[in-house]
Nanobody, 112 residues
Framework: QVQLVESGGGLVQPGGSVRLSCVAS????????MNWFRQAPGKERELVAT????????GYTESVKGRFTITRDNGKNTVYLQMNSLKPEDTAVYYC?????WGQGTQVTVSS
């Protein structure tokens, strides 16, 4: 069955960095776009970043452009989200997504 397993979240100070990872299994990872979403308390889930199957294109929500970078390693069935210059408003549960499949989420808290 399809599994998406995120890791790498935690508590980080404003201005800090963290890298999230998502290991996929159960489907042809290299054939599909991969996405990172986030959901903050009391807010709707929003698309943060997306990357094409061959990593030749990526897109970001406006609020993270220039700070976050999505990459993937098709040999490892893994997608990453490098998050730099973090702000308190980046605090959320971050989810890996492919089509109708979701990971369990990983909490990122930005606070001093």
């Amino acid at each position: 069955q399809v599994q998406l397993v995120e890791s790498g979240g935690g508590l980080v100070q404003p201005g800090g960095s963290v890298r999230l990872s998502c290991v996929a299994s159960g489907f042809a990872f290299s054939s599909y776009y991969m996405n990172w979403f986030r959901q903050a308390p009391g807010k709707e889930r929003e698309l943060v970043a997306t990357i094409s199957a061959t990593a030749d294109s990526a897109g970001y929500t406006e609020s993270v452009k220039g700070r976050f970078t999505i990459t993937r390693d098709n040999g490892k069935n893994t997608v990453y989200l490098q998050m730099n210059s973090l702000k308190p408003e980046d605090t959320a549960v971050y989810y890996c997504n492919s089509r109708e499949y979701w990971g369990q989420g990983t909490q990122v808290t930005v606070s001093s």
